[in-house]
């Protein structure tokens, strides 16, 4: 029987262990009969030369011969890993985590959504910079943080942080920590904005999957754009299937699977599933020949841009008896999981939101801006994507006003497009403008073209709204001749957003359907 190691004996699974998981067809060294347990399992790899992981089958496995039975595994055996209830699998590094300590500062990069701390250093791994990390286990003080990843440029600063795991980019075989950079040319950082290389949006097969054949799962990812990324770097990868943030299966959402072929597709809801030599970007279906992208948020960081968006700071009642104050707070606007979020907040009697702008900051004369967006249905909310002149000599409305898209919750499902001029406007109830059916709990782009003959909103491929300059030279018709810049909010009752609540108060849950808009990317074309 194998002994155990002292020092191995504190051993978790929130340290580095995959838990009810199996390095499946993992370049299977030697199977090891009648171990007790998987700190003796990862022992016995620490004895073997040739060993790099492990997986011990434990009681509850359904093999039940094989119980017991400690699996050592070569180099090859992260390409592919499969659920198996009642194994543990983990690398020959385990030992050299440190539990309950963070390497403070010197942060690369964060990453949400990491289920273990071996999957945070595999990360490490691939990022030439990161000589170690951090993890936040489920255990960690800081609840809002758990699960994340901290990519670092040194671990030299450790400090004791309960439910913390910190290690180097790669140990020693004696499990102690070892720094070392790679000798190979490191892959390119994975992107969510499309690139020349990226696939069109019609590669992408929406609530299907590849089922089987699994090479590697990574989790993490936060777009597809990513996992197809990880994709093109693993030469034995044929084909992918990223699970979204919509996916039933919330513990999986964020994770892409590689796989070794591509197949028949079979529905899978919320997964998202492409081919690797779907490679060659033709237009979008909805960018037209001709145009380049000019600016763009993709949302990729931690915290929301600010050389890019500000804040309009307002008191409630301001503007169409809206009920919100306007704030910069992070609880009413944040970036999660390479998404942007503007949350509306019940606060004591009061509401609060945000009215994200990028006045001064992205102005534009003409072209093609798509917000992909998801809108919250909470009862007298009014998330709006519109845009205003960033300099006029006159007021609203003779300045001009456009809503790309607008949408109120006593109207759930249909959103509206809409110009406001000194001759058309709400409050002389002339405005010109139009509506589509939509789910509006799904995403989908948003679209205003705009040139000097006439602007049209569109939502996805649909064009329903269509205004045109009659080119006599009246501002009181046609104002849309100088720059404007783009406003994201939510406002909180109001004339139009609260006018079936027939005086009652809002009353919405805070969840993210109900209270959330979610926006995915903001892209702005030129010709």
């Known amino acids: 029987m194998l002994t155990v190691n002292a020092a191995l004996r504190s051993l978790q699974v929130e340290d580095c262990l995959l838990q009810d998981t199996d390095y499946f067809k993992g370049d299977d060294l030697e199977k090891i009969p009648g171990v007790a347990n998987t700190e003796s399992c990862h022992q016995a790899c620490l004895s073997n030369p040739g060993c790099k992981y492990f997986t011990y089958i434990g009681s509850t ?12 595994k070569g180099d090859n055996a992260p390409k592919t890993t ?82 913390i795991v910190s290690g180097e980019r790669v140990c020693k075989d004696d499990g102690s920590s070892v720094t070392k950079k790679p000798t190979s040319k490191p892959t390119e950082k994975p992107t969510n904005k499309p690139t020349a290389s990226s696939p ?63 197949g028949t597709l079979k529905p899978s809801n919320g997964a998202i599933a492409g081919l690797r030599n779907c490679t060659v970007r033709t237009p979008n279906p909805t960018i037209n020949e001709g145009y380049k992208l000019v600016w763009s948020d993709e949302f990729e960081g931690s915290t929301i841009d600010t050389s890019k968006w500000g804040y309009d700071i307002l008191p409630p009642y301001k503007y169409n008896n809206e009920l919100q104050s306007y704030t910069n707070s992070a609880e009413n606007s944040f970036v999660e999981n390479g998404m ?62 456009i809503d790309i898209m607008e949408h109120v919750s006593c109207d759930v499902n249909q959103v509206h497009g809409t110009v406001h ?72 009752g109001g004339d139009w957003g609260g006018y079936c609540l027939n005086g009652a108060k809002p009353n919405f849950p805070s969840d993210e359907a109900n209270s959330h808009m979610v926006v995915d990317f903001v892209r702005v074309y030129s010709k």
């Open 340 to 401: 942007l979020h503007i949350r509306a907040v019940k606060q004591g009697n009061g509401y609060t939101s945000a009215r994200m702008v990028t006045k001064g900051k992205g102005d534009w004369l003409y072209g093609k801006i798509i917000v992909r967006a998801k809108l919250p249905v909470g009862q007298g909310l009014w998330p709006a994507i519109w845009a205003l002149p960033t300099s006029s000599p006159y007021r609203w409305p003779k300045a001009g006003e």
């Open 61 to 72: 496995h359904s093999w039940i011969e094989g119980r017991g039975t400690c699996i050592l």
């Open 200 to 262: 069109d949006d019609s590669c992408f097969s929406i609530d299907q999957d590849y089922p089987g054949n699994d090479l590697q799962k990574i989790l993490g990812v936060s777009t597809k754009y990513k996992c197809f990324d990880f994709c093109t770097q693993d030469e034995a990868c044929l084909a992918f299937a990223w699970i979204s943030p919509s996916s039933p299966w919330i513990a999986g959402r964020y994770t892409c699977f590689l796989k070794g072929s591509g």
């Open 421 to 492: 001029t000194g001759a058309y406007n709400w409050p002389m109830k002339t405005q010109k403008g139009s509506g589509a059916k939509v789910a509006v709990s799904k995403f989908h782009d948003y679209i205003l073209e705009w040139d000097a003959n006439q602007l049209s909103v569109s939502v996805d491929k649909n064009r329903y709204f269509t205004f045109k300059n009659d080119h006599t030279g009246n501002i009181d018709t046609w104002p849309f001749k100088n720059k404007f810049h783009l406003i994201l909010n939510i406002a909180v």
């Open 82 to 163: 499969v659920t198996s209830i009642g194994a543990d699998s983990g690398p020959k590094s385990c030992g050299c985590f440190k539990t309950g300590f963070d390497a403070w500062g010197g942060d690369l990069k964060m990453i949400p959504k990491v289920d273990s701390a071996v999957e945070c250093q595999n990360l490490c791994q691939r990022n030439s910079k990161c000589e170690g990390f951090s993890w936040l286990s489920t255990n960690a003080a800081w609840s809002a943080g758990r699960l994340n990843c901290y990519l670092k440029k040194s671990t030299g600063n450790l400090s004791p942080k309960i439910g």
